[in-house]
């Protein structure tokens, strides 16, 4: 039903622009007019939720209007009553004082629409700067008597609402800004001393100015330093040092929520990661000195209780949880409605704080992280590659799996991305590390999910399996899909990374990660992963076969054999004439530089012989040679299991020794035999 209404809602607003682009100062009109009537009448009656629900449509429509004639803002303002209509919105939203959290919802939303207005009268925009500094700490009249972090969920939203309204128009038109800045920072400063803000408000309103800052070159460094030099005192004091000396003082820092240790770390790694994601020029060399070891510290410690032993030493038996995923998460991941209202009542907040405490600065730690690598300041640092593996991938294979999501979505990647060509020999150790064991740790969890289903036995309830499930076909796809990025299609508008590519499959220990993850992807039970991982091995494959290396051509046979194997897979039933595909492009490619390894793999398959591969042969880059294989290869279905046998040869010892360890391809056997 929700996906309707969604639907419905969309095709209502493409209706409207279709409407505005015709008549953009008619429907103007309509869609004001409603506006102003339907907030009038909502602060005269705040409790009616009806005519709140109306009000954010409209609201809603204002928006699709103003981005829609954003283009053409300025030949309609010359027309007086365009002009005026626009100019009494502004006004009437900047003077209200809703007493409301809803109306104040709709307010700085109307105000956030009007950005081709403010670009047009720039003068205006000082006037909204003061409402929504104003408004970032309103209360409704019942919120009164309450402390700051038990305040109505409605009242904590429009004041959420107001500082993102804030970042979005510092990101939108950050210039007419510049002029205010100066007394922008003077009001943080007071209200980053004001006990009624959350850290987090405060944390938003820094992250606006310091967009804002984009736009003063000459004098940005200058503020930067200045909003750092806190940072820099706070992560030097005895106090982090010493959490940072050892997991077991470090440890109280995660437990205790009244430690201010704790809360001084907290407010640097925010302000961090604010600079390094906001900040558009590179960074001086010596801010990235002295925040890499802090960042490298937090991760070391956190990483170190990944470890069962660790954590069972140094964390108590009732702290445990902390470790779990959050309840309202894992609610949502079950659809369970009434669960997910029950967790307030149920759930323990000590808990649940802490468990929110120690994933907001390891997230912080990713993101600036990320930042930096995307910035390319931290590829010159000296150790880049020890810090990595001894500190952020340090007890990699010990992590869960939304742990490990989150560092391909924010490190991983750019790790990858964002490396210049000269440093990537310097950084392969850290790329061979993870590739590895992400794709070992991943067939071993698929082969035990497999295994599970296949015997029954479960050592977890059935809400924990739901949740453990959902988290291990997230960082599937996640990673089979950025794999798929860097391959990309010859006419995709995407222009492949020449060195990047050149890199992955010349690579040792890159490129056989790599070729497993193609392989064992393949018999995951999982259909968004199983696309992903066929395109995959259609986009890399041109490359593969063209380079001069003999353990590619090697791997690309185990792969074809691993595709053949898959047509005897019940859960790929329907997947046969896709798998079909990529089996005929594998032999067009390799065919034409390892014919022997082909034909080695496809005499192995019953019913196929030397004289159907000498007709294949001859069909090589014709319309009829899928054709051809399809009808050679009807005998193998799922009821007719299928082992193909490969012999590797003069492979190099470092592949000798994957392919004999029992925890990549045997875990796939057990996969496609389950």
């Known amino acids: 039903m929700q996906l309707f209404f969604s639907s419905m809602r969309n095709k209502v607003k493409e209706f409207f622009k279709v409407i505005t682009q015709q008549q953009p100062v008619l429907s103007g009109e309509f869609c004001v007019k409603e506006v102003l009537e339907l907030f009038a009448q909502s602060l005269a ?4 939720k009806d005519l709140q629900s109306k009000l954010e449509s409209a609201v809603g429509l204002l928006d699709t209007y103003m981005k829609t004639i954003s283009p053409q803002f300025h030949n309609l303002s010359n027309n007086p009553n365009f002009n005026l209509m626009i100019q009494t919105l502004c006004k009437t939203l900047l003077d209200a004082n809703p007493k409301g959290a809803a109306q104040v919802l709709c ?49 904590l939203g429009a004041r959420r609402k107001t500082c993102l309204v804030l970042i979005h128009l510092a990101t939108e038109c950050g210039e007419l800004f510049v002029p205010y800045l ?5 009001a943080y400063k007071q209200l980053n001393s004001s006990p009624n803000l959350l850290f987090s408000e405060k944390t938003f309103i820094l992250e606006a100015l310091v967009i804002i800052s984009n736009h003063v070159v000459d004098k ?33 820092l995660l437990l205790e929520s009244q430690n201010p240790t704790s809360l001084t770390l907290h407010v640097c790694l925010s302000t961090l990661s604010v600079v390094w994601r906001r900040v558009n020029v590179p960074l001086p060399t010596e801010i990235l000195t002295n925040s890499l070891p802090s960042i490298c510290a937090v991760y070391r410690c956190l990483n170190s209780l990944a470890r069962p032993e660790i954590r069972a030493q140094f964390i108590p038996v009732e702290w445990l949880p902390i470790f779990d995923v959050d309840e309202y998460v894992a609610a949502t991941w079950l659809g369970d ?3 997910y209202l029950l967790v307030s009542e149920t759930a323990d907040n000590n808990i649940r704080n802490r468990r929110g405490y120690m994933d907001h600065i390891r997230e912080s730690c990713n993101l600036i992280l990320e930042s930096m690598l995307q910035k390319k300041t931290i590829f010159g640092f000296p150790n880049f590659s020890g810090l990595l593996l001894q500190a952020t991938f340090a007890n990699f294979e010990f992590q869960p799996h939304r742990i490990v999501k989150g560092l391909l979505s924010h490190v991983v ?24 064991t992400i794709v070992s740790k991943l067939n071993i969890s698929w082969g035990q999910l497999q295994l599970r289903e296949q015997t029954g036995q479960k050592s977890v309830s059935e809400k924990q399996e739901v949740v453990e499930d959902k988290m291990l076909r997230d960082v599937s796809r996640e990673y089979v899909t950025m794999l798929k990025d860097w391959f990309p299609q010859k006419n995709s508008t995407n222009k492949p990374n020449s060195h990047l590519v050149q890199y992955l499959i010349s690579t040792e220990s890159v490129a056989v990660p790599i070729f497993f993850t193609m392989i064992g992807s393949l018999f995951w039970p999982d259909s968004p992963t199983f696309r992903a991982s066929l395109q995959l091995t259609t986009n890399a494959l041109p490359a593969i076969c063209a380079s001069n290396i003999s353990v590619l051509h090697q791997l690309a046979g185990e792969l074809l054999g691993s595709t053949l194997k898959c047509l005897s897979l019940p859960h790929l039933k329907s ?7 990529l089996i005929t492009q594998i032999y067009s490619e390799l065919a034409k530089v390892a014919p022997v390894i082909v034909r080695d793999v496809f005499l192995t398959v019953p019913g196929i012989t030397s004289a159907i591969l000498e007709r294949w042969y001859r069909e090589l880059g014709g319309k009829k040679l899928k054709v051809l294989v399809q009808e050679a290869l009807t005998g193998i279905d799922s009821g007719v299991p299928y082992q193909p046998k490969i012999v590797a040869v003069d492979l190099p010892p470092m592949m000798r020794q994957t392919m004999q360890n029992p925890s990549w391809l045997d875990a796939i056997d057990d996969i496609a035999t389950a």
Request: one cysteine or more.
């Open 413 to 436: 990647k750019p790790l990858f991305l964002s490396c210049p060509p000269e440093q990537l020999s310097l950084v392969e150790p850290v790329h061979g590390y993870i590739l590895k």
């Open 182 to 186: 100066p007394k922008m920072y003077e």
């Open 575 to 581: 997947q046969r004439l896709p798998l079909i595909g």
């Open 220 to 252: 940005q460094l200058d503020f930067i330093l200045e909003v750092l030099g806190p940072v820099q005192v706070g992560l030097s004091t005895p106090e982090i040092q010493r959490c940072f000396s050892d997991v077991s003082n470090f440890v109280p």
């Open 107 to 155: 307010q700085v939303q109307g105000l956030q629409a009007l950005v081709p207005f403010y670009r047009y009268q720039p003068g205006v925009i000082q006037y909204v700067i003061e409402k929504l500094y104003a408004t970032v700490s309103f209360l409704e009249p019942s919120d009164s008597l309450r402390t700051k972090h038990l305040l109505a969920k409605k009242t």
């Open 337 to 339: 409605n009434q669960s």
């Open 45 to 48: 009656d705040v409790d009616k």
